[in-house]
């Protein structure tokens, strides 16, 4: 059994939390840290995004967390660095997740095997199509890292069989159509979706993509296996950077003092800090909904 799917049915009868951060927002520095503190906060799987400049399936609030990292200078390279240090502090499982432009442009089987040599189990590709992910696919386990598929309320029955019969790690049962984003209603076929999903794979269903409070949380822990979250947690991310001395800057990524560019003027270890106790703290309430 992989270490995704352990991890996740080491939970017994209570849910995975699965939170989702971007390496590299608003610094990698400060990306490392705010990964330690969700996982000191219960997380059991992290998806770790790799920012890109054009996120189909992201809604603004992820959006705005890509941009940030990408002007404080991300690269593939370094959320392989992130993922190893990670890797160094934490048994749990850690799942990347990219698009499928920067993954062809870095070259399939050079990006798992970096991806596995960092430490990473997963992957999750949201604009792969099912039917044209089987090299990818392939590439993916020469490596040992699981490529893990969505599955939509638009999917179909036929479609879900297909796609659950060729997954690895979990499958991802996307809540709601549409980017992500905090939603005050999930979609109601959810329950039925995990249902189909379930009768075609003996792996953990988890269930993502506008999931925002506790109590969303735990109504999904009713009947998946897993609960992903990720625009909630950046937007208090974004919220406890905008009381960050200077953060225009850090917001937008403007040049700093003397022209120095962002990446070279990491926020304050103090601030760091507080960043983490506020996304940690929002972490360590939907873990405990999960119950």
Known sequence: ???????????????????????????????????????????????????????????????????????????????????????????????????VNPLLQYGPDRFFRDAAAAGADGAIVPDLPFEESGPVRQAADRHGVALIPLVTPTSGRDRIARICEAARGFVYCVSSLGVTGERALLSERVREMVAEARSHTRLPVAVGFGVSTPAQAADIAGYADGVIVG?????????????????????TGASGDAGMPLADQPVAAAEVSRLVTVVAGFARELNDALV
């Not at 992989?2 to 610094?27: H, M, Q, S, Y």
């Not at 992290?46 to 809604?59: F, K, N």
């Open 231 to 251: 625009s909630a947690l950046i937007r208090r991310l974004e919220d406890a950077l905008a009381a960050v001395p200077g953060a225009t800057r850090v917001l």
């Open 1 to 99: 059994m992989e270490r995704i799917e352990r991890v996740i049915r080491g939970c017994g009868k209570r849910a995975a939390f699965i939170p989702f951060l971007n390496a590299g927002d608003p610094t990698l520095e400060a990306s490392f840290e705010l990964f330690r503190g969700v996982l000191a906060a219960g997380a059991d799987v992290v998806e770790i995004g790799l920012p890109y400049s054009d996120p189909l399936a992201d809604g603004p609030v992820i959006q705005a967390s890509a941009l940030r990292s990408l002007r404080a200078g991300f690269s593939l390279p370094k959320a392989f660095d992130l993922t190893r240090q990670l890797r160094d502090v934490t048994d749990k499982a850690l799942v990347l997740f990219t698009y």
